[in-house]
Structure formats: C-alpha cells, structure tokens
C-alpha cells in the first residue's frame, strides 16, 4: 500500500553531518505520519523523530533533539532527517517509517518508547567515527 524509499547514509567522523532522505509512493493511511527509527548492532530498534504531515508537529527522541532536524517536502511525498553534530552512539542502521499507530506523548520523548508501524523502508547506515 505505502512504499519507502530510504537515501543518504554513509560514513562521516564525529561532529559531521548527514542528510538522510525517504520517498514514499503508494495509498497513505489517515492521520498521515512520517518519521524514522535506528538500530544499532546488538541492540533494539529505537525511536528517533516523527513528523505529522498534516500540521507539521515534530517529536524528537531525547538523545537526538537540538542536534536533528526532520522536514518534509509535499509535493514530492518525502521526509528529510538532518542530522548534524553526530556521535559515535548515533552509528546505527535507520529505517523510514510510515503509518504510526500512535505519536508520542510529547514532542521530547523519553527513551523507550515504542508504536507499531504499518510500513517500513530497507534502511540505510549511518557509521560515524570516533
């Protein structure tokens, strides 16, 4: 139904840059959201930005708020995560997500915290140096 796809990983050292970007196509669902989630070797998926598409609110995991930025773009159905200022915790696989069952309670959201997700893209590594 929705179809994502992820671009912008790559290699940076610590205090880089990146850019990731994620295209969907396809039937979105009501209550439209877009955001993404990252998991790093050996550990769990965890939440990292979401982004309503009517409105604009912006939620951030705690870990990332103040050095992430997530926008999206209407006309081509696409959500950007600006991540500057990067960590070596922050090395992780990052997959777009779509169709949240619920948002966070807050715009700053506590570790842990966890939603269904009705669609997800390949996802694309992040690896930032020490």
């Known amino acids: 139904q929705v179809q994502l796809v992820e671009s912008g990983g790559g290699l940076v050292q610590a205090g880089g840059s990146l850019r990731l970007s994620c295209a969907a196509s396809?039937?979105?669902?009501?209550?439209?959201?877009m955001g993404w989630f990252r998991q790093a070797p050996g550990e769990e998926r965890e939440f990292v930005s979401v982004?309503?598409?009517?409105?604009?609110?912006?939620y951030y995991a705690v870990s990332v708020k103040g050095r992430f930025t997530i926008s999206r773009d209407n006309a081509k159905n696409t959500v950007y995560l600006q991540m500057n200022s990067l960590k070596p915790e922050d090395t992780a696989v990052y997959y777009c997500a779509a169709d949240f069952l619920s948002l966070p309670p807050t715009t700053t959201v506590p570790p842990g915290w966890v939603t269904s997700v009705d669609y997800w893209g390949q996802g694309t590594q992040v690896t930032v140096s020490s």
């Open positions: 396809g039937r979105t669902a009501s209550s439209y959201a």
């Open positions: 982004i309503r598409w009517s409105g604009g609110r912006t």
